[in-house]
Each structure stands twice: as structure tokens, then as C-alpha cells.
């Protein structure tokens, strides 16, 4: 990664060199160091932010391991339970957000079936939509479904819902349902949110 950067910063160094070298317009440079830098930055992020393939993200996600973040989601798509805690660990030390915090402790405490934990943090998470998220998954988890049906009814068309019916459909035994609304939150998600809808759900998607 390092490597890329060093290149990459040389190579643009070298184009302003020469385009000063040959007086081009100040704005023409200034043109290139804008595209440069967003066209740099679009291909850094992409993978977890806009890319549908999800090893493109999973390989991005394991080049970025030493990123607290990156590493708890890693450990939760894939059940590695003590990654997973060593992360929290390591996230708890570096962020003081309380929000962000919350949503963490909230997704952790969900990966381990712990519904009772999580409901002390989400109240904590400030954003309505993803604290109604949240809440309807953990109403899921508590398999209380009429409540989990209605968080779910509060959000919008898009993978916040679907994934809370397919959780629930899952939880009823309802296989069909659950496959299809998986598939529809996964179709909706980009990025690293898809990647771990993939490995949250993938026995339906992979099927």
C-alpha cells in the first residue's frame, strides 16, 4: 500500500513538474492534481464503499487488518470470536465517539446472541434510522416478531428492512421468505455492508 502511494505521488509530482516546465496554465494543473487525487481516492475506497464484488472487499478489508474497524468486521462475517473481541478491545481504545462506540457494542453484542446486552447501547446511537435498524434486529433476536415487524415497517424500502424480515423469516423457519428478502438486501448494499450481509446471510445466498 505504501509502495502504491509512493508511486503514485511521484508520478503526479513529475506531471506538475512538467507542465510547469512547459508553462501551462496554472488551472490545467490544478485540473490534473483534482481529477489525480479523486480518481486516487475513488479506486482506495471503492471496495468498501461502492464495489458489488465482494472479494474485491473481502481483500481489502484483510490488507487493512492493523484498522480496528476493519478487523472487527472481518472477525464477526466470520465467526472468529476471539479476533473479534481482541478487535473490540483495540476499537474501545482508539475511538471515543459515543456513537460510534454504541453501534458497535450494539453489532457485537448481537453477534452473540446477546439481545439484552445490545439494548443497553442502541439507545445510545443518534441516527433514527439506524437506531430503528437496530432496534428491529434486536427484537428479532429476542424473537419477538410483531415488534421487529413494526421498526421494520418505520424504515424505508432498502437492506435496513429486507434484512430485518429475513432475520425474522429465518428465526420462523420460514426458509422461502427468508432466501428472498436476504437476496433483496443484498441486492441493495454496496461495499463492505454487502460483504457482510453476504457472510451474515450466505447459506440462502449462496444456495
Request: aromatic share 14%; proline share 2%.
Amino acid at each position: 500500500m505504501l509502495k502504491q502511494h509512493i508511486i503514485f505521488y511521484t508520478v503526479i509530482f513529475l506531471g506538475c513538474f512538467l507542465l510547469g516546465f512547459f508553462e501551462a496554465p496554472i488551472y490545467l494543473i490544478g485540473l490534473l492534481l483534482t481529477l489525480s487525487m479523486g480518481w486516487y481516492m475513488y479506486v482506495q475506497i471503492s471496495p468498501v464503499l461502492f464495489s458489488k464484488d465482494i472479494r474485491k472487499s473481502e481483500s481489502y478489508i484483510l490488507k487493512h487488518q492493523s484498522n480496528p474497524m476493519y478487523q472487527f468486521y472481518y472477525a464477526i462475517a466470520n465467526n472468529l470470536d476471539d479476533e473479534a473481541e481482541e478487535a473490540m478491545g483495540k476499537f474501545q481504545s482508539k475511538y471515543k465517539n459515543s456513537e460510534r462506540r454504541a453501534l458497535i457494542q450494539t453489532t457485537y453484542a448481537l453477534y452473540k446472541h446477546e439481545p439484552s446486552e445490545a439494548k443497553k447501547y442502541v439507545h445510545l446511537i443518534k441516527s433514527h434510522v439506524y437506531r430503528t435498524y437496530y432496534e428491529g434486529l434486536i427484537a428479532a433476536e429476542s424473537r419477538k416478531f410483531k415488534e421487529a415487524k413494526d421498526h421494520a415497517d418505520r424504515l424505508p424500502e432498502g437492506w435496513m428492512k429486507n434484512s430485518i424480515l429475513a432475520e425474522m423469516a429465518e428465526k420462523q423457519g420460514k426458509n422461502s421468505e427468508a432466501k428472498e428478502r436476504a437476496a433483496m438486501a443484498f441486492e441493495q448494499t454496496r461495499g463492505l455492508q454487502r460483504y457482510i450481509l453476504y457472510k451474515n446471510f450466505e447459506t440462502h445466498l449462496a444456495s
